[in-house]
C-alpha cells in the first residue's frame, strides 16, 4: 500500500532541515538556535489562532481526504501545546538555558505530538499515520542538534556534558509519550476511525 504525504509537510520539512543545515554551516550552533526560534514561533502563533478560533465556539468543517486525520482536542490540549512552546522560547531567548528549551521542544514534539499522531490518527496502519509527523520530525531534529551543538563553556549547556544531554533528550521522549496518553485518556479522546479521514476547516457553529 502507499503511503501519501502531504505538500505542506514535505515542503515544510525539505525548508526547516535545509534552512537548519545552511545556518549551521554558516554560524554553528547560534544558527540552529535561530532556526528553531523561528518554526518554533510559527508553532506557537498556530495554536494560539488554534486556542483563539475554539474560544470563539468554531468547530470543524469535514470533508473527505485519503490521508490521516486526527480527533477534534478540546482548547486545553492547545492552551497546553501554546504555554510549553512559548516557555521552551522564552527559556532559550530570554534566560539563555538551551538545554531546557531543547528539552521541551522534545518533550513536546518528539515525545507527545509523535505519540499522539502514531496512535490516535486515522491511519489503518502506524506506518501510515507515521506519514503525517515530517513537520514533528523537523521540530525533533532541530530541537536535538540545539541541544547538541551548544558549546559546553557557555551558559545554555548547563554544565552538562554531551552523555548527559543524550541522556535527557532520550528520557524527554517516553515522558511526552506517557503525558501524551495520560492526558488523552483523561480527556476520553479516542483514536480516529479510518472511515473518518476528513481534513479540518474552520467554521462557525451556526448556521
Not at 502507499?2 to 505538500?7: D, E, F, L, P
Not at 507527545?112 to 503525517?132: C, I, R, W
Not at 513537520?135 to 552538562?160: D, H, K, N, W, Y
Not at 511526552?176 to 481534513?199: H, M, R, W
Amino acid at each position: 500500500m502507499s503511503i501519501s504525504y502531504a505538500v505542506y509537510d514535505v515542503v515544510f520539512f525539505s525548508s526547516t532541515i535545509s534552512a537548519g543545515a545552511v545556518s549551521y554551516i554558516a554560524w554553528k550552533h547560534a544558527g540552529i538556535v535561530a532556526v528553531a526560534m523561528v518554526v518554533l514561533t510559527l508553532c506557537i502563533l498556530t495554536d494560539l489562532l488554534q486556542i483563539y478560533r475554539l474560544a470563539r465556539g468554531q468547530v470543524p468543517i469535514k470533508i473527505g481526504s485519503a490521508l490521516p486525520q486526527g480527533p477534534d482536542l478540546p482548547i486545553s490540549w492547545h492552551i497546553t501545546m501554546f504555554s510549553l512552546e512559548v516557555l521552551a522560547a522564552l527559556c532559550q531567548l530570554i534566560i539563555g538555558y538551551t538545554l531546557i528549551s531543547g528539552l521541551i521542544m522534545v518533550f513536546v514534539f518528539g515525545g507527545a505530538q509523535a505519540f499522539f499522531h502514531l496512535n490516535y490518527f486515522s491511519g489503518v496502519s502506524l506506518k501510515e499515520n507515521a506519514s503525517t509527523l515530517l513537520p514533528i520530525t523537523a521540530m525533533t531534529i532541530l530541537s536535538i542538534f540545539m541541544v547538541l551543538t551548544a558549546p559546553a563553556e557557555q551558559r545554555g549547556a548547563m554544565g552538562i556534558p554531551l552523555y548527559g544531554d543524550v541522556l535527557w533528550i532520550l528520557l524527554m521522549v517516553p515522558a511526552g509519550a506517557i503525558s501524551c496518553y495520560v492526558y488523552l485518556t483523561f480527556q476520553g479522546i479516542q483514536k480516529k476511525e479510518p472511515d473518518e479521514n476528513q481534513p479540518i476547516i474552520n467554521g462557525d457553529m451556526k448556521a
